[in-house]
């Protein structure tokens, strides 16, 4: 193994994880997303271990700092908030490292909608109720492809967790108004798993003047559909086959038939 393979970029989700825990103890600089991650990750990190708030940075000076230091030999972090792979701009930096022949590897977090399930009791995949959790977000600066608008997506009837888009709150009203109903039960989940995590329930009608009148225009999770509805209302769903003590299955066989009784 060469020099330059000894020690990978990570990226760390900044959710729970003793993977991300290690990574953080032992590197020697962290870059992190100032505006999303929780500075209680940076608790973890090692004294002496330089940290670096790239909030305010550029791609190429995040790619700068991270390929300087990692060509130094040293440990090197790139700490994402929740899990890298959504809504992380991950892949212009591994294709930028890439490039560079800077090595990587990612290790996963607990992404937002995870975490927010977590605070709430919540399970998106309830049986017979709905069996799909769709993530997603609405339009701002960023568009969305044709064919993802969210009144389309909602009106499948399965999960929502819609990412980034506190700011939208009209738009996204109205698009769960039309494919939901009004009165589609809604929770807000702002900074979810952090010390001031705050939780909001609402209705599709009402969604855009309670988080105007609650002040949250970013860093806040918008869920909604039958398992959130589910909730709210305090329905229980159908027990899951998977514990049944009738149903089998390759750790626990099922009660023998007539056949089979000696």
């Not at 193994?1 to 990978?8: E, G, I, L, R, V």
């Not at 670096?52 to 040293?74: F, H, M, P, T, Y």
């Not at 992380?88 to 977090?109: H, Y």
């Not at 807000?188 to 105007?212: F, G, I, M, N």
Request: with cysteine.
């Amino acid at each position: 193994m060469s020099q330059a393979q000894k020690n990978p970029v990570l990226f760390v989700g900044a959710g729970p994880g003793d993977a991300g825990q290690r990574a953080l103890k032992q590197a020697d600089l962290v870059v992190y997303a100032g505006s999303l991650v929780s500075p209680a990750m940076l608790g973890w990190c090692r004294a002496g271990a330089t940290t670096v708030d790239s909030a305010g940075l550029a791609l190429e000076q995040i790619i700068e700092r991270l390929a300087a230091s990692q060509r130094q030999g040293q440990k090197v972090v790139r700490l994402h908030t929740g899990d890298p792979s959504l809504y992380g701009a991950l892949r212009e930096q591994l294709d930028a490292l890439a490039g560079l022949d800077v090595p990587w590897r990612i290790i996963p977090g607990v992404t937002a909608a995870f975490a927010a399930a977590a605070s709430l009791g919540l399970e998106y995949t309830l049986p017979e109720l709905c069996q799909s959790l769709i993530i997603t977000r609405a339009p701002g600066r960023t568009p969305v492809p044709t064919g993802e608008d969210l009144a389309s997506l909602a009106s499948h009837g399965a999960s929502l967790a819609i990412y980034l888009s506190a700011g939208q709150g009209q738009n996204v009203s109205a698009a769960l108004c039309a494919a939901l109903g009004q009165e589609a039960p809604v929770a807000v989940v702002y900074r979810a798993s952090w010390p001031d995590e705050q939780v909001l329930w609402t209705t599709a009608r009402d969604l855009a003047q309670d988080l105007e009148q609650a002040g949250l225009k970013r860093q806040a999770l918008i869920l909604a559909g039958p398992a959130v509805a589910a909730l709210a209302a305090g329905q229980s769903a159908p027990a899951s086959r998977l514990y049944d003590a009738g149903f089998s299955h390759g750790y626990r066989p099922g009660r023998p038939t007539a056949k089979e009784r000696p």
